[in-house]
């Protein structure tokens, strides 16, 4: 089947009109008209209905038209790969970060990694659960995310390499701010309760909940709503608290002490994959990644914490 047929197909289901396809692929009406028909012939059945607002994929076209995407996507990437060989990089890898961890540490690592020019990076944010799914399945290269997590490690490395600790914080609103003492248990269920990293993949999430107060909200992939309504409200949320703190978006009167029993472990891990280690240019950028998380953790404040 050509695969010009799919992608053209593909562009049509997206825009849902034929007109704005032809006007994205600078062809003509009759000329889209006939692929469209080649590939019915092909298929021995309609691929698109007409409807009063356009066109819209039947059953085998939607399927057709997933194909087309996935095959536009590839020639995109092609494309980029020729731009980075002409631009003189050696190869792209792709690094999950978790948003907290970028969030905090976006001025040093970006720094860091705009010196590196003979490799492309590709960094994607998101949950520690989602993102080590892809690392899994091969689509990360390499991941900084929580290093204890409830994941099968057979064939994951994974390298603690950034202490941390689980913190409550209060929002600046809280009457709790500037506690100097501990706050006990009771006081703290009677707070507005949100979590953030609800679908992390924690290891002792639970246990680390039990007997607060039900939460109102609930994040995962994303740290700014939470940074807001600790800026702006009166909520209480456990976060790791030297990442926390390493934001600048969070003060330290807003971090409270519960019955002196420090939180949980919330250290940062480079994951990588086992058997991807053994290429030469795996380990040079697994050595790179290594060698600016232990910077950071040699040269940060811990903010008080056993760590």
Known sequence: MNPNLLKQLAIVVKQGSLTRACEQLYITQPTLTRSIKQLE??????????????????????????IGERILAETEQGEEIIRQFHSGYRNQFVIG?????????????????????RYVFHFRTGSAASQI???????????????????????????????????????????????????????LERQPWIVAGANAGFLDRPSELIGLKAASMAFTGSILS?????????VAVRLPARLALMTNAIEMDQMIHVDDIQGPRRDIALWSKIDALERPEYAKIHQLISEFMQTLDGTVPTFGLDL
């Open 133 to 187: 799914e892809l690392l899994q399945k091969g689509e990360l290269d390499f991941l900084l995310a929580p290093a204890h997590l409830s994941v099968k490690q057979g064939a994951l490395e994974r390298q603690l390499l950034f202490r941390d600790r689980s913190g409550i914080f209060v929002g600046k609103k809280s009457t709790l701010r500037g506690t100097k003492g501990v706050v006990s248990p009771l006081v």
């Open 97 to 117: 970060i978790d948003p907290l961890w970028e969030f905090a540490t976006v001025e040093t690592m970006s720094a860091y990694f705009r010196q590196e020019t």
């Open 41 to 66: 012939l092909k298929v021995r059945a309609p691929v698109l209905i007409r409807t009063r607002y356009g066109v819209e994929p039947t059953e085998i076209g939607a399927r057709l038209a997933q």
């Open 226 to 234: 939470v940074l807001h309504l600790l800026k702006t409200s009166d």
